[in-house]
């Protein structure tokens, strides 16, 4: 089984805070993605990785940036937090190519104060 | 610009019956379809894909189909049961690379 492991469940961090989400994959997938998950507006993606040091804006990057220094590992970074980015985020992976599945985990769901 | 709706309303039906979901896509050209499966606090789960030269696929009690003309495609569970109940989203694709665009859900609910 593919397994995608996000560092935290739940986490509270207070307004212009720099924060940290982790993502850390067993599986050797090339492909990793960020979103972020709210009621209404569905998934949508933040940024997404191809490769080791290589990302790429998605959707709504504004307010974000990412890490792949590793390939096992893929880090969505909150410059300075704002009310507006509290929301659930969630990590996927996928082989490369295209018509590959998405493998998400469980993901972390993130309160700014 | 991109569109893909879902029910925003919740599909109640009662276990035995078939449950259908649809999704509509506007202003896109995908090259396949993924339905995945979301239970509350859990990522999503991936079920089936469907390519763009595909008309149905089956897994089990699970069907989807793909029409490209319409830009429709439809998700179906036979025999349905009170494990179905969860929120179902579809997300299409292009070729060549793996990003996917998501719709917002469907709320499905089998009931004894």
């Known amino acids: 089984d593919v397994k995608v492991t996000q560092s935290s469940r739940y986490l509270v961090k207070r307004t212009g805070e720099k924060v940290f989400l982790e993502c850390v994959q067993d599986m050797d997938h090339e492909n990793m993605f960020w979103y972020r998950q709210d009621p209404g507006l569905g998934l949508r993606l933040i940024y997404f990785s191809y490769d080791v040091k290589m990302k790429e804006k998605g959707d709504i990057p504004e307010g974000y940036s990412v890490s792949r220094e590793k390939k096992e590992r893929f880090s969505l970074i909150l410059e300075s937090a704002s009310t507006n980015q509290t929301s659930m985020y969630l990590c996927?992976?996928?082989?490369?190519?295209?018509?590959?599945?998405?493998?998400f985990g469980d993901g972390t769901r993130l309160s700014i104060l | 610009s991109q569109k893909i709706e879902q029910n925003s309303e919740a599909l109640n039906i009662q276990e035995g019956k078939t449950a259908t979901l649809t999704c509509n896509y506007t202003?896109?050209?995908?090259?396949?379809l993924q339905w995945y499966r979301q239970d509350p606090g859990r990522g999503p789960v991936f079920l089936l894909l469907?390519?763009?030269?595909?008309k149905e696929k089956r897994k089990e009690r699970l069907k989807v189909t793909f029409d490209t003309t319409l830009k429709q495609s439809l998700f179906h569970i036979t025999a349905s049961q009170p494990a179905d109940s969860a929120t179902y989203l579809c997300a299409l694709g292009k070729g060549g690379g793996n990003k996917l665009t998501f719709g917002t859900g469907t709320q499905l609910k089998v009931e004894l």
């Open positions: 469907i390519r763009e030269n595909e």
């Open positions: 996927a992976l996928g082989r490369g190519g295209g018509n590959q599945p998405q493998h």
């Open positions: 202003n896109y050209s995908p090259a396949y």
